[in-house]
């Protein structure tokens, strides 16, 4: 496959992008695997969360003593084993042959004539040759074809709640291709299940539970239909599945305007990150470059020069990278100098752990583009062109037959020195280890005597995974705003024998509460789970939020007797929804757990 098969200029990419976001429009709520992941991951063992991030699909499991997963354990430290790469054990793609079984998703309404003996003989060739020469041949995917399997729609084709093989996966680690008749140039990717302990903190990917799913039908330029998807997007969702994240332009909201990465347009190659995440680029191929006067010769994947550059920042596994993408993926010549932009912090979704880090697909991985960058070109410097970058700057200052030599001046925002992260410190309760998502805001809580356990008089455990009563809201909140002492008004004749009677009765002299049984009111539910909506409720009032300005944020708070406080929420910034990346739903009837509630309150800024 040569560059031309990439090369449908900028009206693929406008197909491409169409008809993935056209896919985003058909996701369906009862989908067995589809919930949300906001502030935590599942609270029971065996769970499955999954979130959709447009053509990606994050799946993430706590463990479970099960005797079939055989892949190696990631450290506790996420970069222990690389410092540019969080938990690389899981990142790194096994060297050698990986066979894919192909399968044909049948979807009501759908033809069921696909063959999937016609769909290999179209991947064989392009898609093969394309991963063994990114991976200078150390990854050779190979195709097998299988018989077929149902699901109601695009997503149910990789949901594991339809799958043949279910949650366990694949045979032999291999991989699971799902190609249907449904559609044009559209897909899903995901790199598996990744399951997770608390005690030490650790991760691994469920061995066989690489899947993604094509549409089955190739629209040629000239109209005619082929029996096999379009290569372009095979490989697009394969990198998905072997954990690669899109590559947007940075400062774009659609990611796919970058013509020059296959993970986002319709490039031939993909960003430096990638490859070396996947072990495709060694150590020694890296350089950084901390400040002042330096001059490097960078060339592409098949060069024996620099393939990555790194310029570090002040934060840990976030930093810039400088290469010389090749002009195709078989060719040595380069097409430019790409900068990139790479955060790996632990605040997105997906396969994001808390304060820990980010990984896989949920890497942030954005081209910075060059000065007057026009979208229909890939974003490159070329020979005598220079770019700024907060305090550095790189010139590209000649062109080379197999790359480009560039100059850094400036400073370096960071180094790579060893860096413990916060949570290193132990946590603040038995249960709470260091390797605790929330154990920086559950900290901050105790630090600040807003908690004070859950199993008193002892008190030496937060049970951050329980659910939290109204009472044990009350006092949360009591003690946050430092509400004065009631004045000893009854209010609520249910609360009498509750040992958190004074935080709820100090809450309801402050206004912050009314009652659980309008519209009487004469009872709190002391002991009841505390929704997502009654939270709002609560912060709403007790933060004195301002009044939403009507435009109406969330899909799924309409009619909802909390709308009007779940959007001052999202007004004040405390919340940001509980479907990520879209988040255009806030979830009011989910019971919020007490590890939720502590970084709901540090978002509120009621720990300082």
Not at 161 to 170: L, N
Not at 353 to 370: H, I, K, Q, Y
Not at 580 to 608: H, K, S
């Amino acid at each position: 496959m040569s560059v031309r098969s990439f090369e449908a200029g900028a009206r693929w990419a406008r197909v491409i992008a169409a008809t993935l976001a056209m896919t985003l429009a058909m996701v369906s709520a009862a989908s067995a695997a589809e919930a949300a992941l906001d502030e935590t991951p599942p609270n029971q063992p065996g769970d499955v969360i999954s979130v959709v991030d447009e053509d990606v699909l994050s799946e993430i499991a706590p463990e479970s003593p099960d005797l079939s997963l055989s892949s190696v354990w990631s450290s506790g430290d996420p970069y222990e084993v690389d410092p540019f790469v969080a938990w690389r054990e899981i990142t790194t793609i096994p060297v050698g042959t990986h066979p894919w079984e192909v399968w044909r998703c049948d979807i009501p309404g759908v033809s069921k004539s696909l063959s999937t003996a016609a769909v290999i003989a179209g991947l064989e060739d392009d898609v093969t040759d394309w991963f063994e020469k990114m991976s200078r041949g150390r990854y050779t995917p190979t195709f097998v074809a299988k018989g077929g399997y149902g699901a109601p729609n695009l997503y149910g084709c990789i949901d594991s709640g339809y799958s043949p093989y279910g949650s366990e996966g694949t045979p032999d680690d291999r991989g699971f291709i799902g190609v249907t008749e449904y559609g044009g140039m559209q897909g899903l990717g995901t790199p598996g299940i990744v399951h997770y302990t608390y005690s030490p903190p650790s991760l691994r990917l469920r061995e066989g539970t690489r899947r993604l799913v094509v549409g089955g039908l190739d629209l040629r330029q000239d109209g005619s239909l082929v029996p096999y998807p379009a290569v372009e997007v095979v490989v697009h969702e394969m990198g998905h599945a072997l954990g690669w994240p899109h590559v947007p332009l940075q400062g774009s909201s659609d990611a796919y305007t970058n013509v020059g990465d296959v993970m986002s347009g319709l490039g031939s190659t993909t960003a430096a990150i990638n490859l070396y995440a996947a072990g495709w680029i060694d150590r020694s191929e890296v350089s950084v470059w901390e400040g002042g006067r330096s001059s490097f010769r960078l060339g592409g994947h098949l060069t024996s020069r620099t393939q990555m550059l790194v310029i570090p920042t002040d934060d840990r596994g976030v930093f810039y990278t400088i290469s010389a993408p090749a002009a195709d993926y078989d060719e040595v010549a380069s097409s430019g100098v790409a900068v990139h932009f790479v955060d790996q912090s632990g605040s997105g979704d997906g396969y994001c752990f808390g304060d820990l880090a980010c990984t896989l697909v949920s890497r942030v991985v954005e081209a910075v583009p060059p000065p007057g960058h026009n979208l229909s070109s890939i974003p490159v410097l070329r020979a005598g062109e220079t770019m700024t970058v907060g305090s550095w700057q790189v010139e590209v200052t000649s062109a080379h037959s197999d790359g480009f030599s560039v100059e850094l001046t400036g400073t370096a925002s960071g180094t790579l020195a060893p860096v413990e992260p916060e949570t290193a410190t132990g946590g603040p309760f038995a249960d709470v280890g260091s390797d605790h998502l929330f154990v920086s805001a559950i900290r901050r809580l105790a630090d600040a005597g807003i908690t004070q356990g859950c199993n008193p008089p002892d008190n030496t455990r937060f049970c951050p995974e329980d659910f939290v009563t109204r009472g044990e809201m009350a006092a949360f909140l009591a003690r946050a705003l430092s509400l004065p002492a009631s004045n000893g008004t009854n209010r609520f004749a249910d609360d009498d024998h509750s040992v958190f009677q004074g935080a709820i009765e100090r809450l309801a002299q402050a206004g912050a509460t009314v009652g659980c049984n309008p519209p009487d009111n004469t009872h709190y539910c002391p002991d009841d789970q505390v929704t997502r909506g009654e939270m709002a409720a609560f912060l709403a009032r007790a933060l004195g939020l301002a009044a939403y300005s009507g435009s109406d944020r969330f899909d799924d708070d309409n009619g909802s007797v909390f709308q009007g406080a779940i959007e001052r929420l999202a007004q004040a910034g405390v919340t940001v929804g509980c479907n990520p990346p879209d988040n255009t739903n806030f979830c009011p009837d989910d019971f919020v757990t007490r590890g939720q509630m502590a970084a709901f309150l540090v978002r509120a800024d009621l720990t300082d």
